[in-house]
């Protein structure tokens, strides 16, 4: 007999009990006769909520539709926090002597996450330990549900101060105040209403968690209250007596400055309520909600560099760094040595990668001890939150949300042991200068503990604090961070204009008193970000690992090169990984950012480790939930060790010897076909090639044109033109001409500056950045030379004696051989990349002694004028094809069968074609 549904849940519930979760089966309510959902998954038995498995026989799009249905049931009647719809395959109903919870412990099924609103994400085949991490995906969703709730009711509540009160919660809260256009600053008061939001949150966990506070009433009663401010003030005070100043004072605070009035009662009544909305959540919060909601709502990104690391992605990088077999971990089942390990980010923010390593920490804890370590998992999680997390910033109201998160997730924390430091940034006063956490490189940084409303005071009274300054330097096993990403002007740009010279030039000294000289090298005093990696190498010990999100750009752009020196010296690191997101749908890492992102691992060499190559990977699946982050770190981490086969769902994997790298871009991580990656460096390598800054002038630079002249409406004396605009719809032939006229600036005449730039003009010149999906020619000819605001011009050394060699450099770098070299010094992003004037000197073009010029030559006057297709459809472009006949015919080793396969295979890059579905090599 077939084998019925309710005996394959009740065997799905026993075998999911066996791998030490709280399952259980379908029952009816006593008391109302009603019918409990197929499976109910609990995280800990005698937890009020849970999360419903809904599951059928079948997996056919009926049966698909049927148990989403069935699972959005059971969320819109509020009796779960989370649902999954299982199908089950068909072959489980048929009878069989093997023993069902066998039968389906060695199954795959259909699964996925379900919303009020329906599927989330994708349908994924696996097992049960795949299901498992569906059912327990809770802490992206509710840190999203959190944030949305939150970010609401935080608007509209700051919407009610008034432009005086902002203006003081600035003073109270030490935050810029910037109003422009006679509008008031709002961040202020978004500020002040999120940190009321936190400690309403927090005030009710204490109540619920029961921890004895004399008088502490339930959040609830304020509803009741008659006035709710000082009901919210007597509350926090009884708080503040047994502990908790970082996170109680900021929001005693706050309330102080708001005045008695119906708006405030108004803006607290709105606050409590999302309050109240977000509490059924809280329980299975696991990661951290105030980090987008404190980048939305301020636009920190515009300011500071500072982007906010998605849950899924901080989940990524986190199991990445810590793998089960990671070095500095000296056993996951022993509770009192994962304790004296120490976890450091430098550019913490909101917390979001120290809560990430601290619940991966936790799951490797529960897994070496066999599920069975639940009784000692609270005490490791307040020991990993008072002993092993160190996070260190400048942001004070970022230390804040940190210090909010870890309560929330650890509220019987004790604050003295808490290792959030907010970092002296500026002059204090006594007139010493400060730089935050770029202090670390003097061995002399200076932290100041947690955020206490006395910390102006302490910074004003601190003489290089050192009462609290936990001994970090070559003692972190793990390093982890997004440190910020900005010009450093920027960064130091809410200082008084003393101050901030102050600053620079301590900033200055510090790069260059650095003792170790790389450090010194790769610290480009431009870009804040180049100080961090000489940071971690500071602070790690002598078997640490380093693990970061870093910006592209850090994989090719020169200026970064001391940088990556650093993460490839075999003396310092093993670099083990690079991952790259070529998803056009999540082409980052961190939230509200859209430049490419690279996830970088590397580690303290190991006579294991020495001559071990680095792993490149490309994604074209870059998953945006918990669970797709640990199917996919579980996949990289296999395919490390050998087996392809799990990450061929999600991209591609190469390997680069140190040789390869050091000293060099990682041009691997700009490709998701590694065969182009291995192509360009062949490119470089063949001896007829050269690199055009060797043999060309190849300047100015678009910004300085753009600087010395403007645009005219009619033709000037003396007469000069440039190629101003770069439009995809005109640029589409080789040959071209001027579109603007030029006058040049008063400065710029006056110092002769526009002479000198008109000089360098030329009849060849180069795009400086291109959109991939609509470029057609990403080098162009004039027949009159000229200047480019857009495109930078190229002059041979030797034009008298070969004035057709631009013409044969233009045929070459419009072929698919010209266009894979240009895709390959891509820098910023990848759909929409620049060039910039180092790189562009390197592109390989045709020795005027070793090649066949002439071919070339001729091939540019016969298709000049015809025009190409863009990059993504150049595998049918005819144009390109009698190119690329040419360059076979005039290039040594370079060979026609070679260019077809160029051709065809550039337009399936999916950082050429920017779609949006998911693509797969096949």
Known sequence: MPIREEALNAALAEALRSLGVHATPE??????????????????????????????????KTQKRTVVKDAMRWLKRRECW??????????????????????????????????????????????????????????????????????AAITAASEMISAATGRNLANALHLPWEPKRGNADPRPSRVACLILANMALLQNRLHAEGIIIDSLQPLLDIRTAANKQVFLHDNWHRIRTIDY????DPALAVLRVLPTDHRTETAIETLAEAVFECIPHIRGLQLDHAGPLYHQLLETARYDGSFYTSAAAAVLLAELAMPERWGS???????????????????????????????????????????????????????????????????????????????LSAPKIDYNKMSLYNMQHGVNGNGNVRAGSLDILTDNPTYLPGLAPDTGERRTAARDYTGETPALAQACDLV????????????????????????????????????????????????????????????????????????????????????????????????ELVVTSHDNRRIFFSENTNIHES????????????????????LSKNPGSISGARQLAWAIRAALDGDLLALSSYGSITWRTEKQIRDRPWNAACFYDQSLAD???ALWNNPALTPVGTVACVQPEGRRVRDAFRKARQRQNPDMRALWHNRTERQTTMRTGPDEFLVATPKARRTGYDRKLWDMRSHLLLANRMRMNLAAT???????????????????????????????????????????????????????????????????????????????????????????????EMDRDDVRHELDTAVADAIPDLDAAQLESWRQTIPLEPTVNNRKDTFQLS
């Open 679 to 681: 192509a360009c460096d």
């Open 245 to 248: 100043g970082p996170v109680v």
């Open 82 to 151: 989370h649902a999954v719809a299982v199908c089950y395959p068909k072959f489980l109903a048929d009878d069989s002597r093997e023993p069902l919870i066998e039968r389906l412990r060695n199954a795959q099924f259909s699964m996925a996450r379900v919303t009020s609103d329906g599927v989330t994400g994708e349908w994924l085949e696996g097992n049960l330990t795949l299901l498992i991490e569906l059912a327990n995906d809770i802490p992206a969703n509710h840190s999203y549900i959190v944030a949305d709730k939150l970010q």
């Open 480 to 575: 982890i961070m997004n440190p910020p990403f900005t010009r450093n002007d920027i960064r130091n740009r809410f200082l008084s204009n003393t101050e901030r010279k102050r600053v620079q030039r301590h900033e200055k000294r510090l790069a260059e008193k650095a003792r170790d000289p790389d450090h010194r090298n790769a610290i480009d005093q431009s870009s804040i970000d180049t100080f961090f990696t000489p940071i971690a190498d500071c602070l790690l010990n002598r078997v640490g690992t380093l693990a970061m999100v870093n910006p592209f750009t850090a994989c090719t752009a020169p200026a970064a090169a001391g940088k990556r020196r650093i993460l490839t010296d075999p003396k310092r690191f093993h670099l």
């Open 599 to 618: 996830l970088i691992v590397a580690r303290r060499p190991t006579a294991e480790t020495r001559g071990r190559p680095t792993a490149f990977i490309s």
């Open 778 to 872: 990403p080098a162009i000819w004039s027949n009159e030379p000229i200047l480019g605001s857009a495109f930078i011009p190229v002059t041979p050394y030797n034009w008298n004696s070969n004035p057709d060699l631009c013409k044969a450099w233009c045929a070459w770098l419009n072929s698919s051989a010209g266009v894979l070299a240009f895709l390959n010094i891509r820098q910023k992003g990848l759909t929409y990349a620049n060039f910039s004037m180092y790189s562009l000197r390197t592109l390989p073009v045709p020795h005027p002694d070793k090649c066949d010029i002439g071919t070339l030559t001729t091939a540019f006057d016969r298709l000049a004028d015809s025009s190409l297709l863009s990059f993504p």
């Open 329 to 407: 971990a000296p056993n996951w089942s022993d509770a009192s040595a994962l304790s004296r390990l120490r976890v450091c980010d430098p550019a913490c923010g909101t917390g979001t990668l120290l809560l990430a390593a601290a619940r991966a920490m936790e799951e490797r804890f529960l897994q070496a001890r066999g599920g069975n370590g639940e009784k000692t998992l609270e005490s490791l999680h307040l020991s990993l939150v008072e002993d092993v997390l160190h996070g260190l910033d400048i942001n004070r109201h970022a230390i804040h949300l940190a210090a909010s998160m870890l309560t």
């Open 27 to 60: 029952q009816t309510r006593r008391a109302t006769g009603r019918k409990r959902c197929d499976v109910e998954v609990r995280n800990q038995q005698e937890d009020h909520y849970y999360t419903a498995a809904e599951c059928k026989i079948g997996q056919d």
